[in-house]
């Protein structure tokens, strides 16, 4: 039974991809049954082109990638909703109700980052870095698709403390 998860962030145009991107990455390397989707309470319309080009980097596919909005995610069910939005800097997180396995793993938002290009291309790599390595961490658990609810909203809280 695949694991569907959903990320969620604001506008769906920096993190939450990075996070789509990486989940789906690592899982078809290591042979998971894990299927990541990525939305937006308030997409942009547009996925920042530092994104794609740390993907990119990084040998993901990002083909078809697009700022979507959370309303096209009713099916398929999803079993873990994971918010990547930064509540330090005070962002509102979109809620999606009716998952019962639901994580916050917050990033700050590369975007904001200060400087030219080369400044923002370092901030989405190093934020893409960090994603891909909690992915990973999801992706190490032990049949997650089989876990208790109470078990794997444990697990992936874990994982948010790394």
Known sequence: ?????????THNSARSVLAEGMLNHWAQKLGKDVKAFSAGSAPSGRINPFAIEVLQA????TEGFRSK???EFSTPPMHVVITVCDSAAQETCPYWPGTRVKVH?????????????AAKRQAFEL???????????????ENPETMSDAELQERLTRISAN
Do not use: F, H, K
């Not at 039974?1 to 962030?9: F, G, K």
């Not at 990084?58 to 596919?61: C, E, F, I, R, S």
């Not at 793993?105 to 290009?117: F, K």
């Not at 934020?127 to 658990?141: D, K, N």
């Open 1 to 9: 039974m695949t694991l569907n998860v959903l990320i969620l962030c």
């Open 58 to 61: 990084a040998g993901v596919n």
């Open 105 to 117: 793993w917050g990033y700050p938002d590369p975007s904001n980052t200060e400087g030219g290009d």
């Open 127 to 141: 934020t893409r870095q960090a994603i891909s390595y909690r992915m990973l961490q999801l992706l190490a658990l």
């Open 69 to 71: 909005s959370w309303d």
